[in-house]
Protein backbone atom coordinates (compact mmCIF):
# COMPACT_ATOMS: atom_id res chain seq x y z
CA UNK A 1 0.00 0.00 0.00
CA UNK A 2 2.89 2.43 0.99
CA UNK A 3 5.18 1.64 -2.12
CA UNK A 4 1.74 2.37 -4.41
CA UNK A 5 1.12 5.41 -2.62
CA UNK A 6 4.36 6.73 -3.56
CA UNK A 7 4.16 5.75 -6.59
CA UNK A 8 0.64 7.96 -6.73
CA UNK A 9 2.11 11.00 -5.09
CA UNK A 10 1.72 12.91 -7.52
CA UNK A 11 -1.91 12.38 -8.99
CA UNK A 12 -3.15 12.43 -5.29
CA UNK A 13 -1.04 15.57 -4.68
CA UNK A 14 -2.93 17.39 -7.67
CA UNK A 15 -6.24 16.23 -6.42
CA UNK A 16 -5.18 17.45 -3.25
CA UNK A 17 -4.56 20.86 -3.70
CA UNK A 18 -6.96 21.76 -6.46
CA UNK A 19 -9.07 19.90 -3.45
CA UNK A 20 -7.79 22.45 -1.05
CA UNK A 21 -8.83 25.36 -3.75
CA UNK A 22 -12.26 24.51 -4.68
CA UNK A 23 -13.16 23.72 -1.45
CA UNK A 24 -11.97 26.25 0.00
CA UNK A 25 -13.97 28.46 -2.45
CA UNK A 26 -17.08 26.72 -3.27
CA UNK A 27 -17.89 24.43 0.33
CA UNK A 28 -18.42 28.19 2.33
CA UNK A 29 -21.17 28.74 -0.18
CA UNK A 30 -22.69 25.67 -0.32
CA UNK A 31 -22.73 25.87 3.34
CA UNK A 32 -24.20 28.87 3.89
CA UNK A 33 -26.64 29.18 1.56
CA UNK A 34 -28.07 25.69 1.58
CA UNK A 35 -27.14 23.95 4.50
CA UNK A 36 -27.98 27.33 6.97
CA UNK A 37 -29.90 29.27 4.45
CA UNK A 38 -32.09 26.45 3.83
CA UNK A 39 -32.17 24.74 7.29
CA UNK A 40 -32.80 28.07 9.39
CA UNK A 41 -35.34 29.02 6.52
CA UNK A 42 -33.45 32.18 5.69
CA UNK A 43 -33.31 31.32 1.92
CA UNK A 44 -36.84 31.25 0.40
CA UNK A 45 -38.28 27.63 -0.80
CA UNK A 46 -38.20 28.75 -4.22
CA UNK A 47 -34.91 29.53 -4.54
CA UNK A 48 -33.63 26.22 -3.59
CA UNK A 49 -36.70 24.65 -4.92
CA UNK A 50 -36.22 21.61 -6.56
CA UNK A 51 -36.76 22.54 -10.37
CA UNK A 52 -34.37 25.05 -9.79
CA UNK A 53 -31.41 23.10 -8.09
CA UNK A 54 -32.09 20.96 -10.78
CA UNK A 55 -31.48 22.77 -13.74
CA UNK A 56 -28.98 24.64 -12.11
CA UNK A 57 -27.14 21.50 -11.32
CA UNK A 58 -27.61 20.11 -15.06
CA UNK A 59 -26.48 22.92 -16.79
CA UNK A 60 -23.39 22.32 -18.28
CA UNK A 61 -21.16 24.87 -15.83
CA UNK A 62 -23.31 23.66 -13.29
CA UNK A 63 -22.57 20.27 -13.55
CA UNK A 64 -18.95 20.85 -13.46
CA UNK A 65 -19.12 23.41 -10.77
CA UNK A 66 -21.28 20.31 -8.47
CA UNK A 67 -18.70 17.53 -9.69
CA UNK A 68 -15.79 19.95 -8.62
CA UNK A 69 -16.87 20.82 -5.23
CA UNK A 70 -18.29 17.57 -4.59
CA UNK A 71 -15.14 14.71 -5.91
CA UNK A 72 -12.40 17.44 -5.38
CA UNK A 73 -12.24 18.27 -1.38
CA UNK A 74 -12.71 14.49 -0.61
CA UNK A 75 -8.60 14.52 -1.76
CA UNK A 76 -7.86 17.53 0.10
CA UNK A 77 -9.33 16.22 3.29
CA UNK A 78 -8.01 12.72 2.92
CA UNK A 79 -4.72 13.96 2.16
CA UNK A 80 -4.38 16.48 5.01
CA UNK A 81 -6.12 13.53 7.73
CA UNK A 82 -3.69 11.06 6.68
CA UNK A 83 -0.68 13.74 7.13
CA UNK A 84 -2.54 15.10 10.26
CA UNK A 85 -2.03 11.36 11.64
CA UNK A 86 1.87 11.13 10.89
CA UNK A 87 2.11 14.36 12.56
CA UNK A 88 0.68 12.60 15.77
CA UNK A 89 2.95 10.18 15.52
CA UNK A 90 1.32 7.68 13.55
CA UNK A 91 3.81 6.65 10.46
CA UNK A 92 3.40 3.30 11.27
CA UNK A 93 -0.04 2.73 10.70
CA UNK A 94 0.25 5.41 7.54
CA UNK A 95 -0.17 2.37 5.18
CA UNK A 96 -3.43 1.81 6.66
CA UNK A 97 -4.66 4.96 7.09
CA UNK A 98 -4.33 6.00 4.14
CA UNK A 99 -5.93 3.50 2.00
CA UNK A 100 -8.48 4.54 4.72
CA UNK A 101 -8.80 8.37 3.68
CA UNK A 102 -7.65 7.94 -0.11
CA UNK A 103 -10.12 5.10 -0.42
CA UNK A 104 -13.40 7.29 0.79
CA UNK A 105 -12.23 9.72 -1.54
CA UNK A 106 -12.16 7.39 -4.64
CA UNK A 107 -15.23 5.87 -3.47
CA UNK A 108 -17.19 9.38 -2.90
CA UNK A 109 -15.34 10.46 -6.40
CA UNK A 110 -17.30 7.32 -8.14
CA UNK A 111 -20.97 8.18 -6.18
CA UNK A 112 -20.37 11.94 -7.22
CA UNK A 113 -19.81 11.20 -11.08
CA UNK A 114 -23.09 8.85 -10.45
CA UNK A 115 -24.76 11.69 -9.25
CA UNK A 116 -24.58 13.67 -11.66
CA UNK A 117 -24.96 11.22 -14.63
CA UNK A 118 -28.46 10.39 -12.50
CA UNK A 119 -29.49 13.60 -12.84
CA UNK A 120 -28.60 14.09 -16.60
CA UNK A 121 -30.17 10.76 -17.24
CA UNK B 1 29.43 51.69 29.60
CA UNK B 2 25.88 50.39 29.38
CA UNK B 3 24.66 48.84 32.33
CA UNK B 4 24.76 45.39 33.24
CA UNK B 5 21.60 42.99 33.51
CA UNK B 6 21.57 40.14 35.60
CA UNK B 7 20.18 36.88 33.52
CA UNK B 8 19.60 33.28 34.70
CA UNK B 9 20.31 31.33 31.67
CA UNK B 10 19.06 27.63 32.03
CA UNK B 11 21.64 25.39 29.63
CA UNK B 12 21.04 22.06 28.57
CA UNK B 13 23.86 19.61 29.63
CA UNK B 14 24.64 16.46 28.60
CA UNK B 15 28.01 14.01 29.20
CA UNK B 16 27.81 11.30 27.17
CA UNK B 17 30.65 9.23 29.61
CA UNK B 18 28.42 9.88 33.08
CA UNK B 19 25.04 10.96 31.76
CA UNK B 20 21.93 8.74 30.81
CA UNK B 21 19.95 11.59 29.45
CA UNK B 22 20.22 15.29 29.12
CA UNK B 23 19.87 17.52 32.43
CA UNK B 24 19.71 21.57 32.59
CA UNK B 25 22.37 23.37 34.91
CA UNK B 26 21.64 27.37 35.65
CA UNK B 27 23.78 30.00 35.89
CA UNK B 28 23.14 33.35 36.79
CA UNK B 29 26.08 35.86 34.90
CA UNK B 30 25.34 39.87 34.42
CA UNK B 31 25.61 40.80 30.39
CA UNK B 32 25.95 43.52 28.45
CA UNK B 33 22.43 44.69 27.10
CA UNK B 34 23.50 44.56 23.35
CA UNK B 35 24.75 41.03 23.89
CA UNK B 36 23.75 38.32 21.79
CA UNK B 37 22.72 34.76 23.22
CA UNK B 38 26.28 33.28 21.92
CA UNK B 39 28.18 35.93 23.45
CA UNK B 40 26.81 34.97 27.23
CA UNK B 41 27.25 31.11 26.35
CA UNK B 42 31.01 32.28 25.84
CA UNK B 43 31.11 34.30 28.72
CA UNK B 44 29.90 31.53 30.87
CA UNK B 45 32.38 29.16 29.19
CA UNK B 46 35.13 31.51 29.68
CA UNK B 47 34.53 32.49 32.61
CA UNK B 48 31.66 30.35 34.60
CA UNK B 49 32.19 26.83 33.28
CA UNK B 50 35.02 26.16 31.22
CA UNK B 51 33.31 22.01 30.45
CA UNK B 52 30.30 24.03 28.75
CA UNK B 53 30.43 22.75 25.00
CA UNK B 54 29.13 24.41 22.24
CA UNK B 55 29.60 25.02 18.24
CA UNK B 56 30.45 28.55 16.94
CA UNK B 57 32.85 29.76 14.40
CA UNK B 58 31.95 33.72 12.68
CA UNK B 59 29.61 34.78 14.91
CA UNK B 60 28.25 36.99 11.79
CA UNK B 61 25.40 34.60 10.49
CA UNK B 62 27.35 32.84 7.82
CA UNK B 63 28.85 29.86 8.88
CA UNK B 64 26.05 28.40 10.54
CA UNK B 65 27.32 27.08 13.32
CA UNK B 66 26.15 28.12 16.40
CA UNK B 67 21.98 27.46 15.71
CA UNK B 68 20.35 26.19 18.92
CA UNK B 69 17.00 26.10 20.43
CA UNK B 70 16.76 29.65 22.83
CA UNK B 71 13.44 29.87 24.68
CA UNK B 72 12.05 26.89 22.50
CA UNK B 73 12.67 28.09 18.92
CA UNK B 74 15.53 27.20 16.83
CA UNK B 75 17.94 30.19 16.69
CA UNK B 76 21.28 31.28 15.15
CA UNK B 77 22.56 32.27 18.84
CA UNK B 78 25.17 34.94 16.70
CA UNK B 79 22.21 36.98 15.51
CA UNK B 80 19.90 36.71 18.27
CA UNK B 81 19.50 39.08 20.57
CA UNK B 82 19.37 39.51 24.88
CA UNK B 83 17.08 42.59 24.11
CA UNK B 84 14.72 39.82 23.25
CA UNK B 85 14.24 37.54 26.13
CA UNK B 86 13.09 38.11 30.21
CA UNK B 87 15.49 37.41 32.57
CA UNK B 88 15.80 34.19 32.49
CA UNK B 89 16.90 32.31 29.07
CA UNK B 90 16.55 28.59 28.23
CA UNK B 91 19.33 27.32 25.86
CA UNK B 92 18.92 23.63 24.40
CA UNK B 93 20.56 21.95 21.56
CA UNK B 94 18.93 21.83 18.35
CA UNK B 95 15.42 19.41 18.68
CA UNK B 96 15.31 16.51 15.90
CA UNK B 97 18.94 15.82 16.35
CA UNK B 98 21.07 13.28 18.61
CA UNK B 99 23.39 15.45 21.24
CA UNK B 100 26.59 14.89 21.10
CA UNK B 101 27.53 16.32 24.18
CA UNK B 102 25.79 19.58 26.01
CA UNK B 103 24.65 22.01 22.63
CA UNK B 104 26.28 20.05 20.28
CA UNK B 105 24.58 17.82 17.77
CA UNK B 106 25.49 15.46 15.80
CA UNK B 107 25.47 16.38 11.91
CA UNK B 108 26.28 12.86 10.07
CA UNK B 109 22.12 12.05 9.41
CA UNK B 110 22.15 15.67 8.03
CA UNK B 111 25.10 15.51 5.76
CA UNK B 112 23.98 12.33 4.47
CA UNK B 113 20.87 14.23 3.30
CA UNK B 114 22.47 16.43 1.42
CA UNK B 115 24.69 14.21 -0.75
CA UNK B 116 21.00 12.43 -1.55
CA UNK B 117 19.84 15.20 -3.70
CA UNK B 118 22.86 15.55 -5.74
CA UNK B 119 23.60 19.23 -4.95
CA UNK B 120 25.86 19.64 -7.89
CA UNK B 121 25.23 21.05 -11.34
CA UNK B 122 24.60 18.24 -13.41
CA UNK B 123 25.62 18.39 -17.34
CA UNK B 124 24.95 15.75 -20.53
CA UNK B 125 28.70 16.88 -21.66
CA UNK B 126 30.82 19.15 -20.56
CA UNK B 127 31.44 22.87 -22.14
CA UNK B 128 34.59 23.05 -23.81
CA UNK B 129 36.93 25.62 -23.00
CA UNK B 130 36.68 27.00 -26.83
CA UNK B 131 32.78 27.65 -26.35
CA UNK B 132 33.31 30.54 -23.92
CA UNK B 133 31.60 31.29 -20.60
CA UNK B 134 27.91 30.40 -19.71
CA UNK B 135 25.82 33.18 -19.74
CA UNK B 136 22.38 33.43 -17.29
CA UNK B 137 20.67 36.40 -17.39
CA UNK B 138 19.55 38.36 -14.29
CA UNK B 139 16.06 36.92 -14.28
CA UNK B 140 17.46 33.25 -14.80
CA UNK B 141 19.81 33.71 -11.71
CA UNK B 142 17.35 35.20 -9.52
CA UNK B 143 14.95 31.74 -10.36
CA UNK B 144 16.91 30.03 -7.69
CA UNK B 145 19.19 32.84 -6.17
CA UNK B 146 17.13 32.68 -2.79
CA UNK B 147 17.60 29.09 -2.54
CA UNK B 148 20.97 29.51 -2.55
CA UNK B 149 21.48 31.19 0.47
CA UNK B 150 21.43 28.44 2.92
CA UNK B 151 24.42 28.07 5.48
CA UNK B 152 23.25 24.93 6.44
CA UNK B 153 22.45 25.81 9.94
CA UNK B 154 20.14 23.46 10.18
CA UNK B 155 17.51 25.42 12.17
CA UNK B 156 14.68 24.00 9.42
CA UNK B 157 15.36 20.31 10.25
CA UNK B 158 14.98 21.44 13.96
CA UNK B 159 11.69 23.07 13.77
CA UNK B 160 10.03 20.54 11.12
CA UNK B 161 6.94 17.96 12.64
CA UNK B 162 8.16 16.03 9.51
CA UNK B 163 11.51 15.34 10.55
CA UNK B 164 10.42 14.52 13.76
CA UNK B 165 7.90 11.82 12.87
CA UNK B 166 9.48 10.70 9.30
CA UNK B 167 12.86 9.54 10.12
CA UNK B 168 13.20 8.86 5.75
CA UNK B 169 12.57 12.30 5.22
CA UNK B 170 15.51 14.17 3.38
CA UNK B 171 13.68 17.90 4.82
CA UNK B 172 14.10 20.87 4.02
CA UNK B 173 17.40 22.47 3.53
CA UNK B 174 18.56 19.52 1.60
CA UNK B 175 15.45 19.48 -1.02
CA UNK B 176 15.64 23.33 -1.12
CA UNK B 177 19.29 22.92 -2.09
CA UNK B 178 17.91 20.46 -5.23
CA UNK B 179 15.34 22.86 -6.17
CA UNK B 180 17.73 25.31 -6.36
CA UNK B 181 19.75 23.27 -8.66
CA UNK B 182 17.03 22.14 -10.60
CA UNK B 183 15.87 26.06 -11.31
CA UNK B 184 19.35 26.49 -12.26
CA UNK B 185 19.41 27.30 -15.82
CA UNK B 186 22.72 25.95 -16.23
CA UNK B 187 21.73 22.49 -15.21
CA UNK B 188 20.79 19.30 -16.96
CA UNK B 189 19.51 16.99 -13.91
CA UNK B 190 16.56 18.26 -13.12
CA UNK B 191 15.18 14.46 -14.23
CA UNK B 192 17.08 12.61 -12.19
CA UNK B 193 16.90 14.80 -9.19
CA UNK B 194 12.92 14.71 -9.62
CA UNK B 195 13.10 10.44 -9.52
CA UNK B 196 14.83 11.24 -5.74
CA UNK B 197 12.55 13.84 -5.34
CA UNK B 198 9.67 11.57 -5.95
CA UNK B 199 11.05 8.40 -3.39
CA UNK B 200 10.90 7.48 0.07
CA UNK B 201 10.99 10.68 2.20
CA UNK B 202 11.16 12.68 -1.01
CA UNK B 203 9.10 16.41 -1.65
CA UNK B 204 5.72 14.77 -1.37
CA UNK B 205 6.72 13.82 2.71
CA UNK B 206 6.21 17.33 3.21
CA UNK B 207 3.01 18.63 4.53
CA UNK B 208 3.86 22.42 3.99
CA UNK B 209 4.21 23.28 8.10
CA UNK B 210 5.82 25.69 6.86
CA UNK B 211 8.48 25.90 9.94
CA UNK B 212 11.54 25.76 8.24
CA UNK B 213 10.86 29.13 6.39
CA UNK B 214 9.49 30.79 9.86
CA UNK B 215 12.78 29.64 11.21
CA UNK B 216 15.46 30.15 8.77
CA UNK B 217 17.69 33.22 9.70
CA UNK B 218 18.57 33.76 5.71
CA UNK B 219 15.32 33.65 4.37
CA UNK B 220 15.94 31.05 1.60
CA UNK B 221 12.06 29.82 2.17
CA UNK B 222 12.27 26.39 1.94
CA UNK B 223 8.71 25.48 1.96
CA UNK B 224 8.32 27.65 -0.72
CA UNK B 225 10.55 24.97 -2.69
CA UNK B 226 9.57 21.98 -1.72
CA UNK B 227 5.77 23.32 -2.90
CA UNK B 228 7.47 24.63 -5.88
CA UNK B 229 9.30 21.25 -6.23
CA UNK B 230 5.92 19.67 -5.97
CA UNK B 231 4.30 20.62 -8.46
CA UNK B 232 7.60 20.69 -10.87
CA UNK B 233 7.45 16.78 -9.95
CA UNK B 234 3.84 16.06 -11.00
CA UNK B 235 5.17 17.99 -14.37
CA UNK B 236 8.11 15.96 -14.72
CA UNK B 237 5.76 12.50 -14.21
CA UNK B 238 3.42 13.30 -16.28
CA UNK B 239 5.18 14.65 -19.18
CA UNK B 240 7.66 11.12 -18.36
CA UNK B 241 5.43 9.23 -20.08
CA UNK B 242 5.42 11.19 -23.21
CA UNK B 243 8.34 12.45 -23.69
CA UNK B 244 11.42 9.96 -23.60
CA UNK B 245 14.03 10.76 -21.08
CA UNK B 246 17.18 10.71 -22.81
CA UNK B 247 20.66 10.31 -21.95
CA UNK B 248 22.98 10.73 -18.93
CA UNK B 249 23.80 13.55 -16.97
CA UNK B 250 26.89 13.70 -14.18
CA UNK C 1 17.71 12.90 11.69
CA UNK C 2 20.19 9.94 12.62
CA UNK C 3 22.95 8.99 10.32
CA UNK C 4 22.33 5.75 8.28
CA UNK C 5 25.56 3.92 10.16
CA UNK C 6 26.94 4.12 13.87
CA UNK C 7 27.71 7.16 15.72
CA UNK C 8 31.36 7.36 16.69
CA UNK C 9 29.96 8.45 19.83
CA UNK C 10 27.38 7.55 22.56
CA UNK C 11 24.46 10.09 21.68
CA UNK C 12 20.95 11.24 23.25
CA UNK C 13 18.12 10.95 21.42
CA UNK C 14 16.99 13.48 19.44
CA UNK C 15 13.95 14.79 21.11
CA UNK C 16 10.84 16.51 18.88
CA UNK C 17 10.42 20.16 18.85
CA UNK C 18 9.98 21.90 21.97
CA UNK C 19 6.65 23.51 21.34
CA UNK C 20 5.31 20.34 19.19
CA UNK C 21 2.38 20.23 19.26
CA UNK C 22 0.50 22.49 21.44
CA UNK C 23 2.51 25.80 21.42
CA UNK C 24 3.97 28.42 19.38
CA UNK C 25 2.78 28.09 15.44
CA UNK C 26 2.03 24.22 15.59
CA UNK C 27 -1.54 24.02 16.71
CA UNK C 28 -2.57 26.54 13.69
CA UNK C 29 -0.87 24.18 11.28
CA UNK C 30 -2.38 21.44 13.33
CA UNK C 31 -5.89 22.33 12.75
CA UNK C 32 -5.12 23.28 9.40
CA UNK C 33 -4.89 19.64 8.82
CA UNK C 34 -7.43 18.43 10.96
CA UNK C 35 -10.28 20.84 8.88
CA UNK C 36 -9.42 18.14 6.05
CA UNK C 37 -12.28 16.63 8.59
CA UNK C 38 -14.32 19.38 7.17
CA UNK C 39 -13.66 19.69 3.58
CA UNK C 40 -14.25 15.48 3.66
CA UNK C 41 -17.54 15.55 5.41
CA UNK C 42 -19.19 18.45 3.89
CA UNK C 43 -18.38 17.00 0.39
CA UNK C 44 -19.90 14.05 1.74
CA UNK C 45 -23.03 15.67 2.72
CA UNK C 46 -23.26 17.16 -1.28
CA UNK C 47 -22.98 14.72 -2.82
CA UNK C 48 -25.87 13.20 -0.68
CA UNK C 49 -27.82 16.49 -1.42
CA UNK C 50 -27.20 16.20 -5.19
CA UNK C 51 -28.08 12.09 -5.17
CA UNK C 52 -31.07 13.19 -3.65
CA UNK C 53 -32.32 15.91 -6.14
CA UNK C 54 -31.64 12.52 -8.69
CA UNK C 55 -34.35 10.80 -6.23
CA UNK C 56 -37.39 13.27 -7.00
CA UNK C 57 -38.59 16.10 -5.72
CA UNK C 58 -39.55 14.24 -2.34
CA UNK C 59 -36.21 12.92 -1.88
CA UNK C 60 -34.31 17.13 -2.14
CA UNK C 61 -37.09 17.84 0.22
CA UNK C 62 -36.64 15.33 2.84
CA UNK C 63 -32.97 16.23 2.25
CA UNK C 64 -33.70 19.70 2.53
CA UNK C 65 -35.87 19.49 5.95
CA UNK C 66 -33.00 17.02 7.66
CA UNK C 67 -30.60 20.41 6.76
CA UNK C 68 -32.56 22.37 9.86
CA UNK C 69 -31.67 19.40 12.09
CA UNK C 70 -30.29 21.31 14.64
CA UNK C 71 -26.99 18.48 14.62
CA UNK C 72 -27.34 19.77 11.05
CA UNK C 73 -26.94 23.79 11.71
CA UNK C 74 -24.59 23.25 14.43
CA UNK C 75 -22.02 20.77 12.26
CA UNK C 76 -22.15 23.24 9.21
CA UNK C 77 -22.15 26.89 11.37
CA UNK C 78 -18.30 25.26 12.87
CA UNK C 79 -17.70 24.04 9.37
CA UNK C 80 -18.68 27.34 7.99
CA UNK C 81 -16.07 29.05 10.56
CA UNK C 82 -13.94 26.07 10.02
CA UNK C 83 -13.33 25.92 6.52
CA UNK C 84 -13.86 30.08 5.86
CA UNK C 85 -10.54 30.00 8.65
CA UNK C 86 -8.77 27.23 6.48
CA UNK C 87 -9.22 29.65 3.35
CA UNK C 88 -7.87 32.86 4.43
CA UNK C 89 -4.88 30.75 6.21
CA UNK C 90 -4.42 28.59 2.59
CA UNK C 91 -4.89 31.91 0.46
CA UNK C 92 -1.98 34.25 3.34
CA UNK C 93 0.48 31.21 2.74
CA UNK C 94 -0.27 30.73 -1.00
CA UNK C 95 2.42 33.52 -2.65
CA UNK C 96 5.82 31.82 -0.54
CA UNK C 97 4.93 28.63 -2.81
CA UNK C 98 5.22 30.79 -6.15
CA UNK C 99 8.09 30.63 -8.18
CA UNK C 100 10.09 34.23 -8.79
CA UNK C 101 8.55 34.31 -12.39
CA UNK C 102 6.15 31.96 -14.79
CA UNK C 103 7.49 32.83 -17.84
CA UNK C 104 7.11 36.62 -18.71
CA UNK C 105 4.71 37.48 -15.49
CA UNK C 106 7.39 38.40 -12.32
CA UNK C 107 5.42 37.20 -9.04
CA UNK C 108 3.97 40.14 -7.22
CA UNK C 109 4.96 41.75 -4.23
CA UNK C 110 3.22 38.85 -1.53
CA UNK C 111 0.99 41.31 0.23
CA UNK C 112 -0.32 42.01 -3.38
CA UNK C 113 -1.10 38.19 -4.42
CA UNK C 114 -2.75 37.91 -0.55
CA UNK C 115 -4.98 40.58 -1.01
CA UNK C 116 -5.81 39.28 -4.34
CA UNK C 117 -6.73 35.93 -3.11
CA UNK C 118 -8.75 36.68 -0.63
CA UNK C 119 -10.65 39.00 -3.25
CA UNK C 120 -11.46 36.51 -4.96
CA UNK C 121 -12.84 33.93 -1.95
CA UNK C 122 -14.47 36.96 -0.87
CA UNK C 123 -16.10 37.93 -4.27
CA UNK C 124 -16.59 34.34 -5.01
CA UNK C 125 -18.86 34.24 -1.54
CA UNK C 126 -20.79 37.00 -2.20
CA UNK C 127 -21.55 36.45 -6.00
CA UNK C 128 -22.47 32.60 -5.19
CA UNK C 129 -23.84 33.15 -2.36
CA UNK C 130 -26.50 35.72 -4.10
CA UNK C 131 -26.65 33.86 -7.58
CA UNK C 132 -27.31 30.56 -5.48
CA UNK C 133 -29.65 32.19 -3.09
CA UNK C 134 -31.62 33.51 -5.96
CA UNK C 135 -31.24 37.04 -5.69
CA UNK C 136 -29.38 37.25 -8.99
CA UNK C 137 -30.13 36.01 -12.22
Given at each position: MKTLMLKLEPVIWMLFSSGMMIGALLLPVFILVVALGGGFGVVGGEALGFDRMVALATHPIGTLIVLAAMALPLWGGAHHLRHLWIDLGGLKTDGLVGFLCYGTALAGSIVAILAVVRLHS | MSQKLKKTFIVTRFDPDKDEVPKTQTYEIEVEPDWKILDALNHIKDTVDPTLSHRWSC?????????MTVNGEPKLTCKD??????DTIEVAPLANFPVVRDLVVELEGFMERFQEVKPWIMVAKERAVEEGTTQQSPDELADFKQFSMCINCMLCYAACPVVSNEPDFIGPAALALGHRYNQDSRDEGAHVRNEIFR???????????NECSEVCPKSVNPSGAIQQAKLGNVIDWATSFVVKRGGDVS | MKPGGPMPTRTADPRPPDKYPGRGRYPSYLAFGASGAFLMISALLLIRGVWALGDGGAAWDAYRGALGHPISLVYHGVAFIGLTWFALRLFRLF???????MGPIKRPADAVLVAGLYGVFFTVLAVGTLFLGGALL
Open positions: - | RMAVCGSCGPMSDYGGEGGVFSCSFA | PATQPYR
